[in-house]
């Protein structure tokens, strides 16, 4: 049974930073696709980054060249370096994964991902 485990979630005040890990636990063969989403009070879960396999990224519009995604397989870890922060930013961040083929030509949906962790908070103060 694949699990995801977040942490590095925490409060800032603006202009901040944090990274976020997401290991990996319980599989045969790594995921073709990770991700990692968030999901602000009373809004839908939104995609923040994406990478697969061959390490190919992409990123929502609202965080591009402020987050950088990255994998780390000898450690089965996935993070998302943030930086810059914004109050705008304040959400749950879930780490995602998924077996099957993403193409990463759009931040993905959250459909495309079977596999979830239970989420890290991140707020950030202005």
Do not use: H
């Not at 099957?100 to 103060?125: C, E, H, I, K, N």
């Amino acid at each position: 049974q694949v699990q995801l485990v977040e942490s590095g979630g925490g409060s800032v005040q603006a202009g901040g930073s944090l990274r976020l890990s997401c290991v990996v636990f319980g599989y045969s063969w790594s995921p073709y696709c990770m991700g990692w989403f968030r999901q602000g009070p009373g809004k839908e879960r939104e995609a923040v980054a994406a990478i697969d396999a061959d390490g190919s990224t992409i990123y929502a519009d609202s965080v591009q060249g402020r987050f950088t995604i990255s994998q780390d397989n000898a450690k089965n870890t996935l993070y998302l370096q943030m930086n810059s922060l914004k109050p705008e930013d304040t959400a749950m961040y879930y780490c995602a994964a998924d077996y099957a083929f993403v193409p990463l030509l759009a931040p993905p949906s959250p459909r495309d991902f079977g596999y979830w962790g239970q989420g890290t908070q991140v707020t950030v103060s202005s």
